[in-house]
């Protein structure tokens, strides 16, 4: 009987030092994913640096390319509309003239606006202002505009090679000799 419980007892202590193992090795792998996943962002941020920015600069250009082409688009369709007034109303090739070419109205009976260059120039600034306000998306993040100095690029290359080498020594896996050892 003693033989019985000596043999469940060395049969608990080594399940018990398996469980604790596998613990240990869920542990270990955890962190050896955390470490390198940390250390290849960092190493491959600092290799990608230039390619990001230039991405970013195209993404800038594509959106004010793209913003062109809505103006131009807007700008053919009014000038659309007024050629269509213009075929249907013979009388606005009159009014419109006067605006256009700067001459003063003959009709007595009519009051016209003045506005001055001061007033115009006030106008055009603020609708400038209201159509310049760019989206948080167009600007570089603050880590890329960091990025860009050479010498935090070199010193976040080396610390995302740092940090795979030390995932790779102290989370790497167990060694043999170790495992040997507490079989024994």
């Known amino acids: 009987m003693s033989k019985d419980i000596n043999s469940f007892t060395h049969k608990g202590i080594r399940e018990l030092r398996d469980t604790k193992l596998r ?3 869920i542990i270990r792998v955890f962190l ?9 962002a960092a190493l491959s941020g600092s290799i990608l640096c230039a390619d990001l920015l230039q991405y970013y600069h195209n993404k800038r250009l594509l959106k004010a390319e793209k913003e062109l082409s809505n103006q131009l688009k807007s700008l053919n369709s009014d000038y659309d509309a007024l050629l ?3 075929r249907d109303d013979p009388n606005l090739i009159k009014r419109i003239a006067l605006v256009t070419l700067g001459k003063e109205p003959d009709d007595a009976n009519t009051i016209y606006p003045k506005a001055t260059a001061e007033q115009l120039a006030a106008a055009q600034k603020a609708l400038k202002e209201e159509t310049s306000d760019d989206p948080a998306e167009t600007t570089l993040p603050r880590w890329l505009t960091r990025c860009r100095e050479s010498r935090r690029r070199t010193m976040l290359f080396f610390a995302g ?4 080498l030390i995932s790779f ?6 060694k043999e000799k170790s495992r040997k050892k507490t079989k024994s």
């Open 32 to 40: 050896f994913v955390v470490f390198f996943s940390i250390g290849a």
């Open 169 to 174: 020594i102290c989370f790497g896996p167990a």
């Open 161 to 164: 090679a740092g940090l795979i």
């Open 84 to 86: 269509q007034q213009l």
């Open 23 to 25: 613990r240990q090795n």
